[in-house]
């Protein structure tokens, strides 16, 4: 087998925290099922009980906020 190009988590300064790892899971799941658009993915992160960090539903401009804050 080929090694791999990407690392994991090479880009990211520290372990990943328990809901780090859970969210990404969660959207490793969804993308599994082919969606890759960010209302597919919302309804799919929805759909599998995972709230966001404040408890509510997760929106398409709360994942996206989401995204942006753990990138930096």
Same mark, same amino acid.
Request: net charge negative; hydrophobic share 35%; aromatic share 6%.
């Given at each position: ?7 994991? $988590? ?21 993308? &599994?099922? =082919? ?7 919302? &309804?799919?992160? $929805? ?7 404040? =408890? $509510? &539903?997760?929106?398409?401009? $709360? ?10």
């Amino acid at each position: 087998m080929p090694e791999q190009y990407l690392v994991q $988590n090479q880009t990211h300064p520290h372990p990943l925290s328990p809901y780090e790892e859970k969210l990404s899971g969660a959207l490793m799941e969804v993308f &599994a099922t =082919g969606t890759h658009d960010l209302p597919g993915l919302v &309804a799919g992160v $929805n759909s599998m009980g995972l709230h966001a960090p404040d =408890g $509510n &539903a997760w929106t398409e401009d $709360n994942l996206r906020a989401e995204m942006r804050r753990l990138g930096d």
